[in-house]
């Protein structure tokens, strides 16, 4: 274990960030000076968990977030501090319901059996105006932005930083876009464990607003921040080795575009279980705008909305770009990064154990086609759908552990409430005069 008295030294840092991810996603810290890293290291950061979306009482005891010293990040936008990613503890054992062990907790689970999830992210993000009513490029109009090499270089100071960024990490950043809707980009970087994946996932969304910021401008993850323009996903590419990680246990030449049995299997427990899965992939009421939204202004959401997979085709809710890895594209950016690899691979492992067979390919158009695809069934319409969907699917919620499923049905059940007794402008224009 790295020592981060020794850290802190050795790299200038004056104070680290000691972090833990709650049930909503929402990044939780505590600032803690270099000179009393070498006790907080062992002991813990203390936190009240109530003071947070984790299911718990005034009444629990204290909270202890212990640092992964191996996960030290020094932000390189403001060096003297260094981010790290912690597991929550209570009375001597981790915090069943915390995100980041229950990835923690799959991962062993797999490693038992010789796997090893690794995993990529592309996390799409809009950057808009400090008030959030508007992208933040005046000039971003093109009724097909994506790719739009003036829009990009018109924020180039913002993405060239974050990317740069990436790259100090030693991430393996390999290309930035403007996406599909206007004022919308992403960064793809290199693939890593799954645990790794996570908390560079978590790490990108503080720097990305972060660095936003720095430049007078405001970075959103929200799934559906325009009603008119293609929502911001997060599309995962998925593959699984062998414990060591050198042999990809997905990749058959001989299987079908370049599958193994086991991948298909993978793929099988994805789809028999994505109507639960949709309630941690695509947490928010706001998700299920992008899943069912009707065509945007570039002609097409980009998201899928009903369980199919197909090859190298995105219209599904799975795709098969090239041999040895699947791409699942359901995910959107409110996604908690660490419940979204625990989610994936709960269901994968599912499907590995019972053999789960994925149905057939199919190769058409879901957007224009999908009339012809006989017994496919819909994603939820809704957040509640998708709650209940889960609340049902008793073996999702067994693999991701039941004191996690009952704290986070729990309080997602409370969101959609708050939501339902919400009064929208859109119910007063059209019921006023009813």
Known sequence: MADLAKFAKDKGVRFFLFNFTDL????????????????????????????TWLDMTPAHPDMFVMPDAESAIQLPWKPEVAWLAGDPWMAGEPVAQAPRNVLKRLMAQAADKGMLLKSGVEPEFHLISGDGTAISDVRDTQEKP??????????????????????????????????????????????????????????????????????????????????????????VHISVWNKTGKKNLFHDKKGELGISDMGYHFLGGLMKHAEGLACVTNPTVNSYKRINAPA???????????????????????????????????????????????????????????????????????????????????LPLNLLDAIRCFSKDKTLQQAMGEEFSEAYIKLKNNDWQKYSQHLSPWERDTTLDC
């Open 24 to 51: 909503f996603g929402t990044q939780r810290a505590k600032l803690v000076p270099a000179e009393a890293v070498a006790d907080m290291q062992k002991s813990g950061a203390g936190f009240a968990g109530f003071a």
């Open 146 to 235: 994506c790719y739009d090499q003036s829009a990009i270089m018109r924020r180039f100071d913002v993405i060239a930083e974050i990317c740069s960024t990436m790259v100090k990490l030693g991430w393996g950043p390999y290309q930035n876009d403007h996406e599909d809707a206007n004022g919308q980009f992403e960064i793809n970087w290199d693939f890593n464990d799954a645990v790794t994946t996570a908390d560079q996932h978590a790490f990108f969304k503080f720097m990305v607003k972060s660095i936003a910021e720095k430049h007078d401008l405001r970075a959103t993850f929200m799934p559906k921040p325009f009603a008119n323009l293609t929502g911001n996903g997060c599309h």
């Open 296 to 378: 945007t202004l570039s002609g097409a959401t980009w998201s899928p909305s009903s369980i199919s997979y197909g090859g190298n085709n995105r219209t599904h809710m799975v795709r098969i770009p090239d041999e040895g890895r699947i791409e699942f594209r359901l995910a959107d950016g409110a996604a908690n990064p660490y419940l979204l690899q625990a989610g994936i691979l709960a269901s994968g492992l599912n499907g590995i154990e019972n053999e789960t067979d994925p149905g057939k390919r199919l190769d058409i158009d879901m957007y224009t086609e999908s009339h012809k695809a006989k017994g496919i069934k819909s």
